[in-house]
Structure formats: structure tokens, C-alpha cells
């Protein structure tokens, strides 16, 4: 029986790793080495694609015959992109921003699958931000202390609660990876009979 070439999600975020699992096969997480800056001149969309191709890229010299997804995941208020906060105070500033606005949280996976082309795939979420005053931000970041999430928020957790509405096709891409992306790529990839 042919055994199916190791599969590889080229990120150590927890987050990714946990949403990965619900598809159901043996992965290994690893984490690539890249520089996750923004370009001059790129949009949120091509940064997304970018990052997502070269986190994949990144690790295929060390497992040319793994099938390897890298992903990102970017917020953008028009033009302004943001990332994790990293503090209680620029989480709070970032959904001060946000509050009461619409805006994108693009989501890219790429798929390197062994010696073949790489193949990728972006999705786009409208997300609709409650208006929030300044004590409901803080209570919410002091609740849910999204510190390490995009965009200051957990839509899994208490996030939920900011939000009036959500537009787009796969809800597991606000979580952080497009799961029906991910599959559709593998699938025309030849998995699982590489």
C-alpha cells in the first residue's frame, strides 16, 4: 500500500495548529524562517499571498517530498494593516480603530506539494465592528487578552461579542486558516495518494 508523503503546516501558532487538527490527518507543525515585514507599495492582499507562498518555500529544501501549507492572515482598515499587538495597550488602540467600522482580514494558504508547482488560494472576510466605547474595549482585552492575535481579537472566544456581522465563505479563516481552502489544494494536489 502507498504510503501518503508526510504532511507539514509551516507555523508553530498554537492557534493554526489546534484549527488544523479538525481536518482530521497526521500533520507535523514546523516553523519557517522568514521576514514577515510589509513591502513598499504592497497590498494587503499580495502581502497576505506572499507570505503564505514563501512560509511554504521555506521549508521545502529540508522536505522536498512533503506536501507543506504555509498561511497568513492580514487585518486591513483601508490601507492601514495591523498586526498582534503584543501589549494590553496596543490591543486596545488597535480595536479603538476598529470599533464601529468595517474592515478585511484577508487570509492566503499556499500549498508546496513535493517537486510540483506551488498552488495558493486567498479568501477576504468583511468584518463589521460594533461601535464600543472605551471601558467595553478594555474589559474585553482584559477578558480575552488578545495579545497574539491579529487585528486585537479572538472571534473563537469572547470576540464574537464585537461583532454585528461577518461576510465571507469559510468561517475558519477568521479563526486563522481557511480549512475548505486548505483541503481543496490538497485535494488537487493528489492527497492523500500523493
Known amino acids: 500500500m502507498h504510503r501518503p508523503p508526510s504532511l507539514i503546516l509551516a507555523s508553530q501558532s498554537p492557534y493554526k495548529r ?13 516553523s519557517p524562517a522568514i521576514d514577515e515585514r510589509r513591502r513598499d507599495g504592497e497590498s494587503a492582499p499580495e502581502m ?17 517530498d512533503a506536501f507543506i501549507i504555509g498561511s497568513d492572515q492580514v487585518i486591513a482598515l483601508e490601507e492601514q494593516l495591523f498586526q498582534k499587538p503584543g501589549t494590553p495597550q496596543r490591543a486596545i488602540d488597535q480595536l479603538q480603530k476598529l470599533q464601529g467600522k468595517t474592515h478585511r482580514l484577508i487570509n492566503s494558504v499556499a500549498l508546496y506539494p513535493g517537486e510540483e ?7 477576504v472576510y468583511e468584518m463589521v465592528m460594533r461601535p464600543l466605547s472605551i471601558d467595553q474595549i ?21 470576540g464574537i461579542r464585537l461583532f ?22 490538497l485535494l488537487k494536489a493528489g492527497w492523500p495518494n500523493g
Do not use: M
Not at 497576505?48 to 522536498?64: S, T, Y
Not at 508547482?117 to 479568501?123: A, E, F, L, R
Not at 456581522?165 to 489544494?185: F, K, Q
Open 18 to 30: 489546534r484549527l488544523f487538527g479538525r481536518l482530521g490527518i497526521d500533520f507535523e507543525a514546523k
Open 117 to 123: 508547482t506551488i498552488t495558493h488560494s486567498t479568501t
Open 138 to 158: 478594555q474589559s474585553y482585552v482584559a477578558e480575552d487578552n488578545p495579545i497574539d492575535c491579529a487585528g486585537s481579537y479572538r472571534i473563537e472566544s469572547a
Open 164 to 185: 454585528e456581522a461577518t461576510r465571507g465563505d469559510d468561517p475558519t479563516a477568521i479563526e486563522g486558516i481557511p480549512l475548505t481552502r486548505v483541503w481543496t489544494l
Open 48 to 64: 497576505a499571498r506572499r507570505l503564505a507562498i514563501e512560509k511554504a518555500q521555506a521549508l521545502a529544501a529540508d522536505h522536498p
